[in-house]
DNA sequence: AGGTAGCGTCTCATGCAGCGGAACGCTTTC
DNA sequence: GAAAGCGTTCCGCTGCATGAGACGCTACCT
């Protein structure tokens, strides 16, 4: 008999929009532009229905092929500011964060919460700004950033036990990995309405973080990062001002515009 | 015409990616969150197949379920992240866009060309910035807006006698809808490295736009908007100086590696 | 009350389109 | 010349997508 003892295999669940979606995701690792054969290595689907699923999806324009592989294009650009997540809660927040700044002329972060990670809706630099790792689109765990502790200290204490359970990552060696630690630092967040990450996200790299909370729910927190030896004390005001104004913005919107 | 193929009408393709595609750009129109009668209606699909593919799409956190109806989740938000002419190019530019912020705190636009449409990919605004209809992610002929003229005066002759071939089409009573003016303007364009729209894409509203060109090639553009009694000639400075800034950076880097 | 219109959900027989192992032709590398 | 990697194509099997239609529900009319 062969040996297929091992059952590994998915049963062949013929969802052709998973997958798609799933050559799609492959796009989130390293590397901008991807060859076929990757794909299927990434996916772990047959280079055969990778090859077919590729040549629909290029042919709706969610990618395009270059002489080095292929790369999501401009279709999938425009899917995503349909959302309205995005787009409501970014249009509502932005002449805050150029508030921000141009008061300060350091990186400004907009981040909402999904599951236990952030995700970062908006990024703000100039020249001057140092260049964090995040990424618009992209996920950090609750713990290690200064926006995610923010959500985190106003977010139901279901959902923070539910985080303190769990072992805490570390992404620096000032991670906060004690579960006590953080239950603290986040009753301090709580009383001084105010948030911050000590090098703990990237090394060198300090930030300030404040709360949006439409009627005493908090839909999104706002941030400002600095190299750690310009951190100053006249960050923090500035940062609640704008997100105090901000949240009184949203308070007159209706609720699932901003993705509530 | 007559060209045409006996497949006038499709048989039913069973695209299951293409009728998933249907339905998200379905929220491309009015309104934010959709019933699933009302994508049924707008797709042309069968309601049970409608309903089959949203459930599918939910479970991908690419829709979510509300009160009101189906609205586009964060999934899609995050996709759309992935498209580096999108971040790349976002990315290299936003200093400069901060710059001219900054500099004249007008609404700021970066497009780049798709066919025969201007594709805004960034909109700064600021509290006092004219709240002009565009949108990240929308579309408008190329004909009718300043960055469009000026997308289009630096593309090849063959994409600009298409455009001049076809009928213009009209936003505002000052849309240029004659060929030889539409023509004339391009050349002097090309000569000023400016180009401007005096109430041709929204009333009231005039902007200033400036390529981005790499290798000689054009890539993007960038513009001020401003109402029209605002108008002054220190803008036309402003953003020639920020295009020939950020064209000079692009030049640096790999042209696959910006959406070219 | 009934009557109607709209909504979302669920069923189920049918057949066709998605499926993927395998073979192919190509280029690059050793 | 062999091997390894790439993208592409073939093709028979079958499992899943398909969509008409029934169903239960709410809202709003007579």
Redesign the interface.
């Known amino acids: 008999m062969s040996g297929d003892e091992a059952g590994r295999q998915e049963p062949p669940r013929g969802?052709?929009?998973?997958r798609?979606?799933q050559i799609?995701?492959a796009?989130?690792g390293p590397g901008?532009?991807l060859r076929l054969s990757e794909i299927a290595r990434r996916t772990g689907l047959p280079k055969a229905t990778v090859h077919r699923?590729t040549t629909?999806?290029v042919e709706?324009s969610?990618l395009r092929r270059?002489?080095?592989g292929l790369?999501?294009?401009?279709g999938?650009?425009?899917?995503?500011?349909?959302?309205?997540?995005?787009?409501?809660l970014r249009e509502a927040a932005?002449?805050y964060i150029?508030?921000l700044?141009?008061a300060t002329h350091e990186t400004v972060h907009l981040a909402?919460r999904?599951g236990l990670d952030v995700?970062y809706?908006e990024k703000?630099?100039?020249?001057r700004?140092v260049d964090v790792p995040s990424?618009?689109?992209?996920?950090l765990p609750l713990s290690t950033t200064g926006v995610g502790k923010v959500l985190l200290a106003f977010s139901e204490a279901e959902l923070i036990d539910e985080v303190l359970r769990r072992p805490l990552r570390r992404l620096t060696s000032h991670s906060v990995t004690d579960a006590g630690l953080l239950q603290s630092e986040l009753r301090r967040i709580r009383i001084a309405g105010v948030g911050y990450d000590r090098e703990e996200a990237s090394p060198g790299v300090s930030c300030v973080a404040a709360p949006v909370l439409v009627r005493n729910e908090i839909v999104a927190a706002l941030s400002i990062s600095v190299p750690s030896q310009r951190i100053s004390n006249r960050l923090a005001p500035a940062v609640r001002t704008a997100s105090l104004a901000l949240s009184r913005v949203l308070n007159r919107m209706a609720p699932?515009?901003y993705?509530g």
């Open positions: 969802n052709t929009l998973e798609g979606l799609l995701q796009f989130r901008t532009a699923l629909q999806l709706l969610l270059t002489e080095s790369i999501p294009d401009i999938l650009f425009e899917l995503g500011e349909l959302v309205p997540l995005k787009v409501r932005l002449p150029q508030d700044y141009e909402v999904d995700v809706v703000i630099r100039g020249h700004g990424r618009v689109g992209g996920r699932f515009s993705g």
